[in-house]
């Protein structure tokens, strides 16, 4: 490239971005209008309501979460107490079962002892 190819070249580019540089200050410009300004303003609004929003969905999401748990297992709870009656049923009905059978068992052998006290006794008692 000869010297005048280069400073065609330096002065094209020099202007080109002495142009970029007026775009720039212009949209600059543009920004501090009113009117851009409020909408600006406005389009952060939204976008900080939307994010709110969307926050409190979260929340939300996160307590019918919390609530179904709760709900599960508060049933499980119920089950687990229904199951419990149900075994200590059984269990009483079983222990009352033992319970009248030693009895028996107990008054065979006091009978039984009774017995042999009177005949050792020779029936007096």
């Given at each position: ?48 309501v939307d ?72 029936g007096r008692?």
């Open positions: 490239m000869s010297s005048h190819e280069t400073s065609s070249s330096s002065s094209f580019l020099s202007h080109k971005l002495g142009r970029l540089q007026d775009l720039h200050e212009c949209v600059e410009k543009l920004f501090q209008l009113p009117l851009i300004q409020e909408a600006l303003h406005h389009e952060r609004q939204e976008k900080w994010e709110l929003l969307n926050g409190s969905l979260r929340l939300l999401d996160g307590c019918t979460n919390a609530k179904d748990s709760l709900l599960h297992t508060k049933e499980c709870m119920r089950e687990l107490q229904s199951v419990m009656r149900r075994r200590n049923r059984t269990e009483l009905k079983t222990y009352l079962a033992r319970e009248q059978e030693r009895a028996k068992g107990t008054e065979r052998e006091q009978g039984t002892q009774n017995d042999s006290d009177r005949q050792s006794d020779g008692m």
